[in-house]
């Protein structure tokens, strides 16, 4: 039971690296898509209850929250007709995630990453977007994600600067 939280965790990581394999919204892409976003609910949820919590399986759970957003980045927005002030939008928020972890390190001399609740919404409503494009307007819908996603970010950096380590 040791490390079943982190395990089900890089299964996300490849997981995710092999959606790269498939063409978005294709039955076997949204399964593994779907999958993917099963696993990041419930391997911290299991950590939990196990008692298997570590600083390493926080950090992992990051890093597979990257590869696997990075992962839709690269497959998903190019197929979604996104306007060009939605592109910025995006790029800005991604500039500020970047900072938030350049200075996290800078300032605290190790790797902050924070599971805040407006992150977690934010990876939240990340998640379900690419599934309601069918029926919602993307450049309508993603508007209240970049919304939270703005201020998640921006909260994640006040949180960074103002952490102290203990």
Known sequence: ????????????????II??????????????YIFCGITDMI?????????????FGAKLD?????????VCLIRILPVMGIKLWL???IAV???????????????QHQLVLLHTITNKVTGLLLFILPLTISFIDINY?????????????????????TYKNS
Not at 19 to 32: G, R
Not at 62 to 70: L, N, T, Y
Not at 141 to 161: D, K, P, S
Request: aromatic residues 14%; proline residues 1%.
């Open 87 to 89: 592109w910025i939008w």
């Open 19 to 32: 959606l790269l394999c498939f063409k978005p919204f294709t039955m076997t892409f949204n399964v593994i």
């Open 141 to 161: 819908a993603a508007i209240l994600v970049c919304v939270i996603a703005t201020f998640a970010a921006v909260q994640e950096g006040h949180y960074i600067r």
């Open 62 to 70: 990051s890093i597979a929250d990257i590869v696997f957003f990075s």
């Open 1 to 16: 039971m040791k490390y079943v939280a982190n395990t089900i965790t890089i299964s996300r990581i490849i997981l995710a």
């Open 93 to 107: 928020v991604a500039l500020v995630k970047v900072i938030n972890i350049v200075s996290g390190y800078a300032c």
């Open 43 to 55: 391997d911290g949820f299991i950590a939990r209850k196990t008692h298997t919590e570590s600083a």
